[in-house]
């Protein structure tokens, strides 16, 4: 799993909580090669913020679509009802989770993610 987010502190709960689970995660900031690591480290589910000024992370989910990669997206936001419900639907993001993270809600939405991945 890929982690993306510009808040350290949300980026170690994620893989705190992830690991747990058995999760194998990777972490960065916007400003890594998003996509190198993803094909690098056969990444199967990515969370994302939304809001990483200078960028947001629909940027990051387009990138990843247009690199032709179906894999599961996650968005997470402070405030989800800011996201364009529209966007969010064209480029198939499985779920936008509320910061800070719950760990029931991320247990829950990385479960369906990994049933997801294992359909094919």
């Known amino acids: 799993m890929l982690i993306i987010d510009d808040e350290p502190g949300v980026r170690r709960s994620l893989e705190m909580i992830a690991s747990t689970d058995g999760w194998e995660t990777w972490s960065c ?7 190198l690591i993803i ?3 056969e990444i199967e589910v990515v969370v994302c913020d939304y809001r990483m000024p200078p ?3 629909i940027h990051i989910i387009r990138q990843i679509r247009d690199a032709g990669l179906r894999l599961p997206v996650v968005m997470i936001t402070a405030n989800p009802d800011n996201v364009d ?3 969010v639907r ?6 936008i989770l509320r910061k800070p993270p719950n ?15 294992k359909r094919g």
């Open 90 to 95: 064209e480029l198939e993001v499985r779920e």
């Open 103 to 117: 760990v029931k809600d991320v247990r829950t939405v990385l479960a369906d993610a990994a049933a997801q991945v």
């Open 55 to 57: 960028i947001t992370g």
């Open 39 to 41: 094909r690098e480290k």
């Open 29 to 35: 900031d916007q400003f890594a090669d998003i996509l």
């Open 85 to 87: 419900s529209r966007i």
